[in-house]
Structure formats: structure tokens, C-alpha cells
């Protein structure tokens, strides 16, 4: 029962979200916003997939450190959905660099680093549906009709 315009996008709740506490306070600002979590499930990554996730810096001096920090512990990894959900979910996490985000947003409000960021938001260029089906098998995700989208949203935003 999604609507038309929906979008679905990725978002990994990083180790230091989970070691920090904020798993509950991260889903809830996207619940409040009006979006869907359209699947969710605790997992821990593996070289395979930390290589073809973040494939487009595999050849950078800090991938390293990357697949240490984000191998470290469990993550959490949600499927969103909702109208402009990509762009949405990018503003709310903030720029990747938590000293450069603003207050407002989940990394300005608890992050000061690059990799210790606490989330990974689906680039709109690095195709989001993509993000999503790399983690999520179909059977892992659900369609379903939130019943505010008739208040959050106007009549013309859902045609």
C-alpha cells in the first residue's frame, strides 16, 4: 500500500549509535517526521559487504578505518520510506562531517566527527533503492498505509 510518490531509502544506525544510546532517539525523529520504517533488523557487517557498500571509497587511505569502525560493533539498519524520503532523511542526519552539521539535525545534535557520524543516509547519486535491496531482502520489508499521510501531507504533494 505504498503511495506512488514514495520513495524508500537506507539508513544504518552506526556503532556508535548503538554504544551511545541513541538507537531510540534516531528512530524516533524519523518516526515524528512522518516516515515509514519499512524494515529494520540488527546486523554485523562483513568485509564483503562494507566492500561493495562503500565500493565508491575503497581506494581512499581512511577505508580502513572505515571497515574497522563500522565491523566494530552490530548495526542497525532501517528501510524508510515516504514522500522525498531520500532528501528528507539527508537533511535530518546533516552533512557527513558531525562538526559541520547543524543544530536540528542528528548529527549537529550528537555527533562532532566524520566517521563516528552515528548514521549512513542513502545518497540520492548512489542509488538509494540499490542501498536498500543490499540489505534488505523483499520478504524483509513491509507495505503499508500510514493513515497521518492524509494530515503531514497536501492533496497535490501526493499526486
Known sequence: MNHPKEEKTLVLLKPDALQRN???EIIHRFERRGLKIIGMKMIALDEAILKEHYAHLKDKPFFKGIQDFMSSY?????????VRAVSMVRAMCGPTKGYEA??????GDFSMSTQANLVHASDPVENPEAEVNRFFKPHELFSYKK????????????K
Open 74 to 82: 552490530p548495526v542497525v539498519a532501517m528501510a524508510i520510506s515516504g
Open 102 to 107: 547543524l543544530p536540528g539535525t542528528i548529527r
Open 147 to 158: 493513515i497521518e499521510f492524509d494530515i503531514l501531507l497536501a492533496p497535490d504533494e501526493l
Open 22 to 24: 541513541l538507537l531510540g
